[in-house]
């Protein structure tokens, strides 16, 4: 009975959440700017349609 260590809990801590964080941040930096250009071409597009109508 030498295995006394709780099961579930090995294992490294993980590692440093700030990466994670700076890397999901980035992400959603791009993902609203991408969004922002596709609204701004799709305006664009709709009032060119307007104008002709």
């Excluded at 590692?15 to 993902?31: C, E, K, M, V, Y």
């Amino acid at each position: 009975m030498a295995d006394t260590q709780p099961r579930g809990q090995s294992g490294p801590p993980p590692q440093s959440p700030n990466t994670n964080d700076s890397l999901t941040t980035r992400l959603d930096g791009l993902f609203e700017a991408f969004w922002a250009k596709i609204a701004a071409r799709h305006k664009e597009e709709r009032s060119k349609l307007l104008d002709i109508g």
